[in-house]
């Protein structure tokens, strides 16, 4: 209480009513999996051309992940986060200079193929005696997904000249003072697609002001990633940082809403799922493997879900760096049509009866006979309509669970569920009594009101729409005791109309009369 010790006239700002709850974003997806460079640490990119920059490009006959981020933002998708697994003895490359380290972004043979060229800035300046001289260094870095045919310091010399690299950099003015914006760290740090530069603690406190190296030093894949590198491990002691899904489970990255993992195999699908059913605020989409048929069980194959959604058949694409048909799994397509439904009409709207874009065509044919199995099993199909294009035609979880059968309707729990935990974290130690949970009441029905207006909801009325209970009758006094606030909510969520169905008939003037 504020304390009146003079006469005056006090003006004070209290809270009363009802706190406005922020809808949680629902299509920021993560996409985990082997790239051809970069680093393990999630990294949030917004176009393929981002996701090119700091991740390279198509790599490998059986490695899906660019074309899965390119189907995702070519659907629809807006934002995503890249996880680069790798084996857990994969070592990082990287080259002495000076009293500095420069390695490589990330672990792997890629960090070999890695150049760098110091050489003085490209700004001067008067020295006391009025002599140019450079204010700092010139950090070039360039990039071989190859070994080239040439030598790299050649490019170096002159950019115009072979060998050309696969990616490259430059940081001019890198200056050593702590204090200047173009200070080597401050410039580097999240800017740098292609090394790291550590200090190793020596006198000086500037790279060298000409060298040319190759990160030879380290730089190695180890084995391929196993099913425990994508659940996720503490990375070795110099970096003690977690990689895979135990990363995605950070603070950072708390608006990631769906989780792929592009034509990854049984096991690694699993922790995916459990994954997001641990975690509650989260939806998977596994791919089946590319020789599954129409006999495929789903449940039995993988498991019984509702925190994820299966789709068949594979696609063909057009490969985004040759041009050339490739057959690819499906779910990041997908996923970017989650994303485009979610922004053109809600996370109410079932991503299904939609266009895939960049696909032409699918692996097998699927007709109404072939969905009339595949359809109870949870397996949601994919298929081509004359003059309709190619579309999703399947709108289901995993779950043999008939109130969780709809991706839209556990997609919309997970929202306002998301929303409503966010949203009222400034109940928790408030006094409670009546007038908090009234004010709790006002503010969830504040929310779920705008929701059902919207159409997320089932109801001609908003007693229809939902319900809101948090007093005497859902709490004992024990719980109150005990500092518990217990609150009931009821909802009625729409739910796709799957199957429409017209009954038609003759209306004769014999029947009118």
Request: charge should be neutral.
């Amino acid at each position: 209480m504020p304390e009146y010790l003079h006469p005056g006239v006090y003006v004070e700002e209290i809270e009363r009513g009802p706190k406005p709850i922020e809808a949680v974003p629902t299509s920021t997806a993560a996409f985990i999996g082997e790239t051809e460079r970069g680093p393990t640490k999630p990294r949030l990119v917004t176009s393929y051309k981002d996701y090119t920059r700091w991740f390279g490009g198509v790599f490998g006959d059986d490695k899906f992940m660019p074309y899965a981020v390119n189907g995702f933002f070519e659907n629809g998708g807006k934002r995503m986060y890249v996880c680069r697994v790798t084996d857990d003895a994969a070592t990082t490359a990287e080259a002495a200079f000076g009293s500095f380290v420069i390695r490589a972004a990330g672990p792997g043979a890629w960090g070999k193929g890695v150049y760098v060229f110091v050489e003085p800035s490209s700004t001067q300046k008067p020295d006391s005696n009025k002599k140019l001289v450079p204010v700092g260094v010139k950090l070039r870095v360039a990039y071989y997904a190859s070994p080239p045919n040439g030598s790299p310091a050649e490019w170096f010399k002159d950019p115009t000249r072979p060998p050309f690299p696969n990616a490259f950099e430059t940081f001019d003015d890198l200056d050593a003072d702590e204090r200047s914006p173009n200070y080597w760290n401050k410039r580097l740090t999240d800017n740098s697609a292609l090394i790291e530069v550590i200090s190793t603690g020596g006198p000086a406190n500037a790279l060298p002001d000409k060298k040319f190296a190759q990160l030879t030093k380290n730089g190695d894949n180890g084995k391929p990633p196993d099913v425990a590198d994508f659940a996720g491990r503490v990375q070795l002691p110099q970096r003690m940082k977690p990689q895979g899904l135990a990363a995605l489970e950070l603070d950072p990255y708390r608006d990631v809403a769906l989780v792929y993992s592009p034509g990854a195999p049984v096991d690694v699908n699993l922790v995916v799922i459990e994954h997001c059913e641990r975690l509650k605020f989260r939806f998977a989409v596994v791919d089946p493997d590319l020789s599954a048929t129409t006999d495929f069980q789903p449940r039995s194959a993988i498991t019984d879900t509702q925190y994820a959604a299966l789709y068949f058949p594979w696609i063909k694409i057009s490969d985004p760096q040759t041009g050339a048909r490739k057959i690819v799994p499906p779910g990041g397509h997908v996923l970017g049509v989650y994303a485009r439904t979610d922004t053109e009409r809600g996370v109410f709207k079932a991503p299904a009866n939609e266009i895939l874009r960049g696909v032409l065509d699918i692996t097998a044919e699927i007709d109404d006979s072939t969905q009339d199995v595949l359809n109870p099993r949870g397996v949601n199909a994919i298929r081509k309509f004359a003059e309709r294009g190619i579309r999703i035609w399947g709108a289901r979880t995993l779950t043999s669970d008939a109130l969780w059968k709809y991706v839209s309707v556990r997609r919309l729990f997970i929202f306002l569920e998301r929303s409503i935990y966010e949203g009222t974290q400034w109940v928790v130690f408030e006094p409670n009594d009546d007038r908090l949970w009234a004010r709790v009441i006002d503010t969830i029905r504040l929310f779920l009101r705008t929701q059902w207006r919207l159409g997320a909801l089932f109801g001609r009325t908003e007693e229809e729409a939902f319900f809101i209970t948090c007093d005497r009758s859902t709490m004992t006094q024990d719980d109150i005791l005990n500092g518990r606030l217990i609150c009931e909510i009821g909802i009625a969520p729409v739910r796709p109309a799957e199957f429409v169905i017209f009954r038609i008939f003759q209306n004769t003037a014999e029947a009118q009369t």
